[in-house]
T-cell receptor
Framework: DADVTQTPRNRITKTGKRIMLECSQTKGHDRMYWYRQDPGLGLRLIYYSFDVKDINKGEISDGYSVSRQAQAKFSLSLESAIPNQTALYFC?????????????FGQGTRLTVV | AQSVTQLGSHVSVSEGALVLLRCNYSSSVPPYLFWYVQYPNQGLQLLLKYTSAATLVKGINGFEAEFKKSETSFHLTKPSAHMSDAAEYFCAVGSGSARQLTFGSGTQLTVLP
């Protein structure tokens, strides 16, 4: 089984709908991240969390919210989806004990907003 | 603040030729540097990382990268390209004081037969 699991892997939704992307991890890491990947733009950070009580906005948080339900679970919500949120979304984890911010990624969720 | 610039969004090489993917970084503190690879329909996989030990870092699949502080570079190389190397490659920078990685825009590598 994958260490970082994202569900769903693919999703098509309509403009204005609320959608939640889920991430769970078995690595025991405290730090979790949500990134968005767009062609030619690389990965951009949406939100990150260093523990269940520590949630921080990233570079592009507008239109998104997150919930850290437990150390192992970090979900991303689009409250009212719009077409320019069509992208590939990645969840990642890291271990502060390593001190070097190496990230471990899930397989990604491909979201299409029509 | 930290940033990454990857020169060349698309690179094509012939099978057996040298692979060179360029990455320059900016960081106000000593950086940690990473190369990740993304195969189609997959997540990102770590190729190699620099964490202030040896400046020449060897990774998986025959790739290596050299940290050059004077040039603020961390270019990725492989002596002989294989068809299976075709993928997108991302350079990323972090630091002890940073709370997350910053990624470059990626380089798509095509390997021609």
């Amino acid at each position: 089984d994958a260490d970082v699991t994202q569900t769903p892997r693919n999703r098509i939704t309509k403009t204005g709908k609320r959608i939640m992307l889920e991430c769970s991890q078995t690595k025991g890491h405290d730090r979790m991240y949500w990134y968005r990947q767009d062609p030619g733009l690389g990965l951009r950070l949406i939100y990150y969390s260093f523990d269940v009580k520590d949630i921080n906005k990233g570079e592009i948080s507008d239109g998104y919210s997150v919930s850290r339900q437990a150390q192992a679970k970090f979900s991303l919500s689009l409250e009212s989806a719009i077409p320019n949120q069509t992208a590939l979304y990645f969840c990642a984890t890291s271990d502060p004990g390593q001190g070097n911010t190496e990230a471990f990624f899930g397989q990604g969720t491909r979201l299409t907003v029509v | 603040a930290q940033s990454v610039t990857q020169l060349g969004s698309h690179v094509s090489v012939s099978e057996g030729a040298l692979v060179l993917l360029r990455c320059n970084y900016s960081s106000s503190v000593p950086p940690y540097l990473f190369w990740y690879v993304q195969y189609p329909n997959q997540g990102l996989q770590l190729l190699l990382k620099y964490t202030s030990a040896a400046t020449l870092v060897k990774g998986i699949n025959g790739f290596e990268a050299e940290f050059k502080k004077s040039e603020t570079s961390f270019h990725l190389t492989k002596p002989s390209a294989h068809m299976s190397d075709a993928a997108e490659y991302f350079c990323a920078v972090g630091s002890g004081s940073a709370r997350q990685l910053t990624f470059g825009s990626g380089t798509q590598l095509t390997v021609l037969p």
